[in-house]
């Protein structure tokens, strides 16, 4: 099954853990706007942070995404709700992609000096779900 993760973010903590979902399923990871666009997947990831107006580059990317480049859309957020994603979905809902329901909420913890960051059992949920949304689709 062709898996894609991509990521958008401000502070970091959403290249983070989209990294580390994409060592887990030995795939690649790319920023949006990305290098390479997806092509015939079955499930584009797209890991970002809240925000209640996302950021134009982000809009486009998702602008792109038709069955030709994806099947399915999840969403998972890095920080404290999902501020923005009625904004995304809108972005693909006339495209015919279908967006998966379960939207992932990963909370942030913050470092001593600065940043914030994702924990490991939070980056262990992230990919159970994923593992889960992946099964789901191949049934």
Known sequence: MKVQCYHFTKNGTASGLAEQMARHFQLKCDKIPPSFQPEREHIVFVITEPDSAPESALIKFL????????????????????????KMKAAIEDKG??????TLIVPVQK????????????????????EGIIESLRQ
């Open 97 to 102: 992609v279908n967006i998966i329901s379960d």
């Open 63 to 86: 602008n792109t995404l038709t069955t030709a480049k994806t099947r399915n859309v999840a969403f998972c957020f890095c920080g404290e709700g999902d501020k923005g994603l009625d």
């Open 111 to 130: 470092k001593l000096f600065k940043g914030k960051f994702v924990a490991d059992e939070d980056a262990k949920k992230a990919i159970t779900w994923a």
